[in-house]
């Protein structure tokens, strides 16, 4: 039988004064093996003398929770390795974005999610079918969120969809790409938007600088 699984991330939550909700879905097809990927990705780091800190990007740029205490420069060369492993990592990903002030609900934005999530799945219908099952890694952030995960994927794929909402990105490099893949891409709107603060501009450089150096890069892998 042939396994997709889903890696789920999520920032800005729905209660918060942040202007962003977003929803990053990286998919894994089982058949396309990781191991030599991690294993470069771990000799890298060791070759650099770094840590293995499973990827936290928020917290990785601004030097708190487990990367306390690393300058600058170890931070950013940590950023430089798993943007490696992302690069040669065999996955698709779509990250839906949403403006949290245009939403009059949680509810609201919880329906728009499942809506935008069912229109994902019907627009690459041909490709989800090749899977018998569907697996999703998703630490249950959110209660909305669970419900529209379950809702989108039963729905649009007429088959069970089990969510493991155990799932530590300690365990699971592939939620370590799904924080990533979200922090890149909110990056990416507050640049859009002109909002981007010291921390983004020390990590990521110029808006071009971020185009070319992250988001390019990262997009190749887009569903």
Known sequence: MRELSVFVDESGDIGSESRYYLLALV??????????????????????????????????????EDYANMPVAIRARMLASFGTFVDHSPFKYRVLL??????????????RIRRDLSTLLFDNIDWFQRFDFVKINYDDGQGLVTRALHL??????????????????ADYRMLQVADYVRGIELAAAKYDSGEEGATDRMFFGTRRDLKKNFLRKLRRHLL
């Open 27 to 64: 998919f894994h097809d089982q058949a396309d093996d990781l191991g030599g990927t991690i294993e470069l990705y771990e000799r890298d780091l060791a070759v650099r003398g770094l840590d293995d800190v499973p990827m936290h990007l928020n917290p990785l740029m601004r030097g708190n």
């Open 98 to 111: 949403y403006e949290k002030s245009r939403f009059p609900s949680a509810e609201a934005l919880g329906a």
């Open 152 to 169: 989108g994927f039963e729905y649009a794929l007429a088959r069970e969809a089990v969510v493991y909402r155990d799932a530590s990105p």
